[in-house]
């Protein structure tokens, strides 16, 4: 078909419905859906988007929670699926603007546009030649039914044109402290000057709070003590058969962490100026709480907080002395990833650190962010980021540090070396993978028979890669891309602890438990990490790490969240009733994660909850122990606390794991 061309659905699905009434912008529909899955189903021609470049749709979210939907191209009833993620602030205009480069699979994730939240990429490669159907659909939902209103599906030739401000139908979407306009809940601050009273009680209370009794000078166990090294270590204890983290003082420690211990509620307002009730000028003093990066507009509206309460000049050190505080009163003893670790620091309170994995980088990307490992310019990136250690490697508060956080590479169905041979066309990590393949199968003959096609090696060194793959060239790729893991994570480590011999490579955060062929390829790291946003950490996973690596596992994120105080999703944990049942779900977590014997901590994501109107990529989730306000979320405070007291003992076996679990909903997240 020639583009441009407009797509009307052909049919409804999985329930869904027409929704009766007046739609809120011109040329749209109204749909009603009680279940994920249901939407809106489009049949092609085969091929008809061979030619487009874009699929774009303008879509409006009635209700007080996010609309989060998947839209899908398919090869035939039974062919490859590729699904493009996007959500919806509820209540504000949002345009699609999907570029059908995506279905090549080399990009994990989109910018945020205004209203539309998260735009990200999963499921299979497709053939635009090939692709005969599309739906657009609910991926995930809330208590409530999704209702929306969308326009027909346009394809295009040119990228359509932003969104440039959103209608709003029920008028600004946050009030002049940050919180949602849409919601009431029970401990809503309702004032100003509401703010700045509890902040200036929560200064004057901080010289009384403490770590639980027992707990040492950084945080670990008075009562269980191995040698000293003057900086943290791990230790296997053969005797009890656990991992442990050793403080430097030669204490037992097992890491309670908290997350983006930071002034981190910034409030992405780029196309949105209209949702905010409040926005100093620039002449007003406060308007230090706006920024600008990467064109794209913030205000932090803690920050704001902070400053009514303490002033623009003072407030900063006021909001560290309240932090910590926070986290000893809570039984924290680490400021986890992501935070402002400086304050610890200059505290000696333990702490860890990311390190930047984009400021270096000479060597080319082969596949989403992995780079040529194989290049010769890689060496010299390994030896220049790991300069970065210099300034903290002589300091007994850090625990260690992170490598990077959840390559995207990970979050693909198709192995990293699959991924090269499809987006690259040369490169020195191809010619490492033909000289793999010669050892393998000895000529050509060989791989072409292997691989049931005619291909060479002069092929797989150089060319734009078109020929399907069959089970022996995957199982070939997944190996060779476990040597490809292996050297990059292996040359990042050896130049790290060239720089910091006295620090814990904390490794990379995987965002889940890694494939094995991943596994292996990451005995460098002196502490496995992994993300793991589940009811529970899993036992039996970390035991095979250890098993395989001899590596204890450290969690580097999880939460749970709730919808009972004005945000419009919970996060990438399991979904809960209330704040009640975030403390119910945080003990869980955490006890049963201290009784597994490969475990040496977990790290709650986040301090704060995100903005109302979404961060930076647009998440907007209640998963802090703080809302925007510094105001804590006093039950799961308590149960944190309670937990915390018994960790060490937990550890031991001394005490059983809290086992009280609240009900668990489906997530609700995107």
Not at 267 to 281: I, K, M, V
Request: hydrophobic share 40%.
């Amino acid at each position: 078909m020639q583009v441009p061309f407009q797509l009307e659905p052909g049919a409804l699905i999985g329930g869904a419905q027409h929704y009766p009434g007046d739609v809120p912008f011109y040329g749209a529909a109204a749909y009603h859906a009680e279940q994920v899955g249901g939407g809106l189903a489009y049949d092609m021609p085969l091929g008809a988007l061979a030619e487009a470049r874009y699929l774009t749709l303008d879509i409006l979210c009635d209700g007080v929670e996010a609309g989060v939907f998947a839209l899908e191209l398919q090869e035939g009833a039974d062919g490859p699926l590729f699904r493009y993620f996007f959500a919806v602030l509820p209540q504000a205009s949002a345009r699609l603007r999907l570029p059908l480069e995506a279905v090549h699979q080399n990009r994990w994730m989109y910018p945020r546009e205004g209203a539309l939240l998260k735009p990200r990429v999963g499921g299979d490669r497709v053939n635009l030649a090939r692709v005969d159907r599309m739906r657009v659909i609910v991926n995930m939902k809330g208590e409530a039914p999704v209702i929306w209103y969308m326009t027909p599906v346009l394809a295009a030739a040119d990228q359509p044109l932003l969104l440039e401000q959103s209608l709003l139908t029920q008028g600004a979407l946050l009030d002049e402290l940050g919180q949602s306009n849409l919601h009431n809940w029970p401990g809503k601050t309702v004032t100003s000057q509401d703010v700045i009273n509890h902040l200036q009680d929560q200064l004057a209370a901080a010289p009384d709070q403490h770590w639980p009794e027992g707990f040492s000078r950084w945080g670990g166990w008075q009562a269980k003590r191995f040698e000293a090294s003057g900086f943290f270590r791990t230790h296997w204890d053969e005797t009890a058969g656990r991992w442990w983290l050793v403080d430097p003082e030669g204490c037992a420690f097992w890491s309670a962490g908290q997350d983006c211990v930071r002034v981190d509620t910034d409030a992405n307002y780029t196309g949105l100026e209209n949702a905010l009730s409040w926005l100093p000028d620039d002449e007003d003093p406060m308007s230090a709480a706006l920024t600008t990066r990467d064109h794209e507009k913030y205000v932090n509206y803690l920050q704001a907080n902070l400053m009514r309460a303490f002033g623009v000049e003072d407030w900063h050190p006021r909001w560290a002395q309240i932090t910590l505080a926070g986290l000893r009163r809570a039984g924290f003893n680490t400021v986890a990833n992501w935070s402002e670790w400086e304050i610890a620091r200059a505290a000696g309170f333990p702490y860890v650190r990311p390190l930047d994995i984009h400021q270096t980088a000479h060597a080319p990307t082969i596949y989403r962010e992995l780079p040529d490992v194989f290049d010769p310019q890689f060496e010299a990136d390994a030896a220049e980021f790991a300069q970065q250690l210099l300034e903290t490697r002589e300091d007994p508060a850090l625990m260690g540090y992170f490598m990077m956080n959840e390559p995207t590479w990970g979050f693909a169905q198709e192995t990293p070396a699959e991924g090269m041979l499809w987006n690259t066309i040369t490169c020195a990590s191809r010619y490492a993978l033909a000289d793999f393949l010669r050892e393998r199968y000895g000529d050509d003959d060989g791989l072409s028979a292997a691989w049931d096609a005619d291909i060479s090696g002069a092929f797989i060194e150089e060319g734009e890669w078109h020929i399907p793959l069959n089970d022996t060239a995957r199982a070939d790729l997944a190996d060779f891309s476990a040597i490809l893991v292996e050297k990059y994570f292996g040359t990042l480590s050896a130049a790290c602890k060239a720089v910091d011999p006295n620090h814990l490579n904390l490794g990379i955060r995987y965002h889940t438990v890694p494939p094995q062929w991943a596994v292996q390829a990451m005995r460098s790291f002196d502490v496995f990490s992994i993300n793991c946003y589940r009811d529970r950490v899993p036992a039996d996973d970390l035991k095979t790490i250890h098993d395989l690596l001899n590596l204890p596992t450290l969690v580097g994120e999880w939460h749970m969240g709730a919808l009972d105080v004005g945000l419009p999703a919970t996060g990438v944990g399991p979904r809960v009733r209330d704040q009640a049942a975030r403390g119910q779900a945080y003990r869980v977590y955490l006890e049963n994660a201290a009784a597994i014997p490969y475990c040496v901590g977990v790290h709650h994501f986040t301090h704060y909850d995100q903005s109302g109107l979404g961060r930076f990529d647009g998440e907007c989730y209640n998963i802090g122990f703080y809302d925007v306000c510094n105001r804590p979320y006093t039950p799961l405070v308590q149960a944190a606390r309670e937990s915390h007291e018994r960790m060490y003992a937990v550890a031991t076996g001394e005490v059983e794991a809290y086992e009280d679990a609240p009900e668990y909903f489906p997530r609700f997240f995107f």
